[in-house]
């Protein structure tokens, strides 16, 4: 299986969410990026098992992305990944790192945060900093947003 990293891309009217530890936190209207790694074993079937989760909604939320992925307000609108061994995403989400949730998704490493807020569409940013790191990204677009 593939290993690599990966970004997923929210769009949201705005909302509350309670996000676990993090407490309830307020969504402006907008776009949010969530960085994720995908090198354990599951590798790049890790945006699968997101993607699965936004339209099923049939999991309590585990991690901080789950409550996006399980919130009515938020729609994936797509993934963008890429295939690489190295440990990228804490690099990935500094590169992207203006609008930061604070906290959200990265506690497991030093990152301000792995959730970024833009109030228009990422996508070409995302690919930039992509190719700046010399990866070579793939755009999944999610069909049934709930937006």
């Known amino acids: ?17 309670q996000v676990g530890a993090l407490g309830k936190l307020t969504f402006r209207t907008g776009w949010y990026i969530y960085v994720g790694s995908a ?23 585990k991690w901080h992305v789950d409550y996006l992925l399980t919130s009515a307000c938020f729609s994936l609108v797509y993934v963008v990944s890429a295939i690489t061994a190295d440990r990228l995403e804490c690099r990935l989400a500094r590169e992207l790192n ?3 949730i ?3 998704g990265c506690s497991d490493c030093s990152c301000t945060s792995h959730l970024l807020f833009r109030q228009a569409d990422p996508m070409q940013e995302i690919l930039a900093v992509f190719r700046e790191l010399r990866l070579d990204p793939v755009i999944k677009t999610i069909i049934n947003s709930q937006v």
């Open 39 to 61: 090198l354990g074993s599951g590798g790049l079937q890790r945006p699968m098992r997101h993607i699965l989760l936004a339209r099923l909604r049939d999991k309590q939320p």
């Open 1 to 17: 299986m593939d290993k690599g990293i990966y970004c997923l891309v929210f769009q949201t009217t705005g909302c509350p969410i």
């Open 98 to 100: 203006k609008g930061a």
């Open 102 to 104: 604070p906290k959200f």
